[in-house]
C-alpha cells in the first residue's frame, strides 16, 4: 500500500503507484480539473509525476503562490521558445518565475528587441499556447546536456551544466522546444489564455557587470482574459502611485549625476517628514527603555574582518579607504551592529543591568550595482531604524516579543493593516553561507518561533531565507496594490556575542555571553517612504503631512486674516501654510490638490467678519464654515485616532 498525508494531515491510500492528478481525481474530480501543480516530500512536481512511496502532497491550483510559480515559470519555457522562432540564433540562458510573471534572459547577437515587436512575441506565445503541449520532464546525462548546447554554441547553457551533477540533470519538452530545467510545470500549455510582455531591459550574465549583457525581456501570463485585464489596470494605477514621480512632485527627494548615483538628497519637505517619522519612533522606543546612540560612518576593516561581514560581502561592496598611515585600512559602514557591538564592550554589566537596548538611526553604505538601483527602494546609502538589545537567554522571549509589539504599532500608525510574517531560517542543503555552531542555531530558530506563536502571528517559515549569522522574523506588507514588501525585521543572534566576547557577570559571580536581537521597524528609512508613498498615493497619514493645511485667501485684501488664521492654528501645533500668490482661487485649489495637502481652508470677506473660515478636503469634499478652534479639534481627534500612544 502507498499511503500519501495530504495538507490537513489526512492519509489516503492506494494499492499502486499513480500520479499526481489521480490523487487529486481521488479527492475530488472537480479540484482535479484546477490542479496545474504539486510539493511531493517537499519537492516540486508535475500532475504527471508518478508517486510510488510513502510521503506527503500538496496540491495547487492557480489561486496558490506556488501554482502561479509553476504557472510562469511553465510560461518562461513558451516565451523562450517563441523568442527562438522569432529571432533565429538566438542563445537562450536562464528564464524564472518572480513575484508578478517571469522573464527570460537572452543573447540576440546583435538583434534587437524594442516594444513595437511586443505584439508580435504576444501572438506567438498565444499560437505556442493554443497547440495545448504536454509539458514533459525527461534525466539526462551530463555528457548528453553538455553535447547539445555545445553544437548550438550556447555557453550559457554549459556554464550552467558544468556546476551540476550527472544524475540531477533534466530537460523539459514541450511542442519541439527543449530547456534545461529542474521542473515545477504545468500540465500543459493549453492552460495560458492571456498573455503580456510588459518591458524590456539590460542584464548582465549572473549579475556580474564584467560579463556579457544580455536581453531581459519581461511577461506576465494568465487563465483567462478578465485577469490579465485587472492586471493592468493595476500597473496603470502602479505608474500614478510611483515613488519617484510622487517624491518629484511632492518635493520630497531628489537625486544627482554629481552626488553619484543611489545616494539620494532630502529636500526640505522630504527632511521634515523622515525627521517626524524618526521622532515617532523615537518616542515609542524611549517608552520601551531604548537608549540612543551614535556611531561613526566608517570603521577600521579590522571591526567588520571580527563581524564576518568583509568575509562575506567585503569582495562587493565598497572598497576600503586607505589613510597616509601605513597599513591603516577603513571601509564605510556596511552594517551598525558591530559598532554597537563595542559600544556594549565599553564596560562590564552585570545581570541587574541586562537587558541593555541601543537603538540608532545610522546610516549604512552597500555598493549596488548601477542597474539594480531603483529610486529610494534600492540605493547605496540608506539610514536604518535600527537597535539591537543585548540580553540573558532566559530574557530573550519576552524582550523578543516585546519589539513584535512595537513593529505592530508603527504598522498599525502607518496604515499597514494587510501583512503575514515569515520565519527565516537556514538552508541545510547550504550551511557554508552561515557562521556559527548548529546547535546555537538551533535555539536561535525555536526562540522566533515560540515568540511568534506566543503573539498569535500566522507565520510560515522559509528555508534559506536567514541572515548569515542568525535566524529572523520578517513582516511582510501588503500595499494598497496587494503588491508584498518585506518591511520589519527582528533577528536573533549568538554568534556576534561569541565574535565580539560580549559577556556579563551572572548571579553566580561567573562571566556568560548574552544573546543578541537585532531589529528595525522601519528597514531603511528610505524604501520605508518609498513604499508608504506607494502605498497611500502621496496621502500620508495626517500627523505624517509635510503640511496639514493651506490657506487660500480669494483676495490680497483678505492676506491679514488668513495670517491671523495661520498663527492660531501653528499655536495648536497645526502645520499650515497661506498660498497669497496673484491667482485664480481654481488655480489654487488645482495646485493644493496636486500637493495632496489634507485640507484647504479658504478665507474671504463673510469669514474675516464672522472670524471664521470655510473648510475643503483634499478630493473635494465640502465640510463648511466653522471657527478655527473647531477646526483645529477636527485636526486633532483624527490624529488621536491614527496615533494611538504606545
Request: glycine letters at 8%.
Amino acid at each position: 500500500m502507498i499511503n500519501i498525508t495530504l495538507p490537513d494531515g489526512s492519509v489516503r491510500s492506494f494499492e499502486k503507484s499513480l500520479t499526481v492528478l489521480e490523487v487529486a481525481k481521488d479527492i475530488s474530480e472537480g479540484f482535479a480539473r484546477n490542479v496545474i501543480s504539486a510539493k511531493f516530500n517537499d519537492i516540486t512536481v508535475e500532475t504527471s509525476t508518478v508517486i510510488s512511496c510513502d510521503g506527503s502532497l500538496t496540491l495547487y491550483t492557480w489561486k496558490d503562490s506556488m501554482g502561479k510559480k509553476a504557472f510562469w515559470h511553465s510560461s518562461s519555457h513558451v516565451l523562450a521558445q517563441a523568442l527562438e522562432e522569432l529571432y533565429p540564433g538566438v542563445k537562450l540562458s536562464i528564464g524564472p518565475a518572480i513575484e508578478n510573471g517571469f522573464y527570460y534572459d537572452v543573447d540576440l547577437g546583435g538583434q534587437v528587441i524594442s516594444e513595437k515587436d511586443f505584439k508580435r512575441i504576444e501572438e506567438k506565445m498565444l499560437a505556442i499556447a493554443r497547440g495545448k503541449h504536454d509539458f514533459k520532464i525527461k534525466p539526462v546525462s551530463k555528457a548528453e546536456a553538455l553535447n547539445k548546447y555545445e553544437k548550438e554554441g550556447n555557453t550559457y547553457k554549459v556554464e550552467l551544466i558544468e556546476n551540476l551533477n550527472d544524475g540531477e540533470i533534466t530537460f523539459c519538452d514541450h511542442s519541439s522546444f527543449t530547456d534545461l530545467c529542474r521542473g515545477g510545470h504545468i500540465p500543459n500549455t493549453g492552460i495560458i489564455k492571456a498573455v503580456k510582455v510588459l518591458s524590456v531591459a539590460g542584464a548582465y550574465w549572473r549579475g556580474d557587470e564584467n560579463n556579457t549583457q544580455l536581453t531581459r525581456v519581461y511577461g506576465i501570463t494568465f487563465p483567462k482574459q478578465k485577469e490579465l485585464t485587472e492586471y493592468l489596470a493595476l500597473l496603470e494605477e502602479a505608474k500614478k502611485r510611483d515613488h519617484r514621480k510622487l517624491g518629484k512632485q511632492l518635493e520630497l527627494f531628489t537625486f544627482s549625476q554629481k552626488v553619484g548615483q543611489g545616494l539620494p538628497l532630502w529636500l526640505p519637505k522630504g527632511a521634515a517628514l523622515r525627521s517626524r517619522l524618526e521622532d515617532f519612533l523615537k518616542k515609542a522606543q524611549q517608552k520601551a527603555g531604548y537608549e540612543m546612540v551614535i556611531t561613526p560612518h566608517i570603521g577600521q576593516k579590522e571591526l567588520y574582518i571580527t563581524s564576518g561581514h568583509y568575509e562575506k560581502y567585503g569582495a562587493d561592496s565598497f572598497q576600503s579607504i586607505k589613510t597616509p598611515k601605513l597599513d591603516e585600512e577603513f571601509l564605510l559602514k556596511p552594517m551598525n551592529c558591530p559598532h554597537h557591538c563595542e559600544i556594549y564592550n565599553a564596560k562590564p554589566f552585570s545581570y541587574k543591568e541586562l537587558p541593555k537596548r541601543y537603538a540608532e538611526f545610522g546610516t549604512v553604505y552597500r555598493y549596488e550595482q548601477s542597474g539594480e538601483l531603483h529610486g529610494l527602494t534600492r540605493v547605496r546609502g540608506f539610514t536604518q531604524d535600527d537597535a539591537h538589545i543585548f540580553c540573558m537567554p532566559e530574557q530573550l522571549d519576552e524582550e523578543f516579543q516585546n519589539v513584535i509589539d512595537l513593529v505592530l504599532y508603527v504598522f498599525g500608525s502607518l496604515g499597514f493593516e494587510n501583512f503575514s510574517t515569515q520565519v527565516s531560517v537556514r538552508d541545510p542543503e547550504n550551511l557554508d553561507k552561515y557562521i556559527g555552531d548548529s546547535k546555537v542555531w538551533d535555539k536561535a530558530e525555536q526562540a522566533i518561533i515560540s515568540a511568534a506563536e506566543a503573539k498569535g502571528l500566522d507565520y510560515i517559515i522559509e528555508t534559506g531565507e536567514a541572515a548569515f549569522y542568525g535566524p529572523k522574523l520578517d513582516f511582510m506588507v501588503k500595499d494598497a496594490l496587494g503588491r508584498q514588501w518585506q518591511l520589519g525585521t527582528i533577528q536573533v543572534d549568538y554568534n556576534l556575542p561569541e565574535r565580539f566576547d560580549l559577556t556579563y557577570k551572572g548571579s553566580d559571580n561567573e562571566l556568560h555571553r548574552p544573546v543578541m536581537i537585532h531589529r528595525a521597524p522601519f528597514g531603511s528609512m528610505e524604501r520605508f517612504i518609498a513604499i508608504l508613498l506607494e502605498h497611500t498615493g502621496g496621502n500620508f497619514p495626517l500627523w505624517l503631512m509635510p503640511e496639514q493645511v493651506i490657506i487660500l485667501s480669494i483676495s490680497e485684501k483678505y492676506e491679514k486674516y488668513a495670517r491671523k488664521v495661520l498663527n492660531l492654528l501653528e499655536n495648536n501645533e497645526i502645520r499650515a501654510l497661506v498660498d497669497n500668490r496673484n491667482e485664480t482661487m481654481g488655480k489654487k485649489i488645482r495646485d493644493a490638490e496636486m500637493l495632496k495637502i489634507p485640507y484647504m481652508i479658504i478665507v474671504g470677506d463673510q469669514e474675516e467678519v464672522d472670524e471664521t473660515i470655510s473648510v475643503r478636503k483634499h478630493g473635494g469634499e465640502d465640510l463648511g464654515t466653522i471657527s478655527v478652534g473647531s477646526f483645529s479639534t477636527i485636526i486633532e481627534e483624527q490624529i488621536k485616532k491614527t496615533l494611538k500612544e504606545f
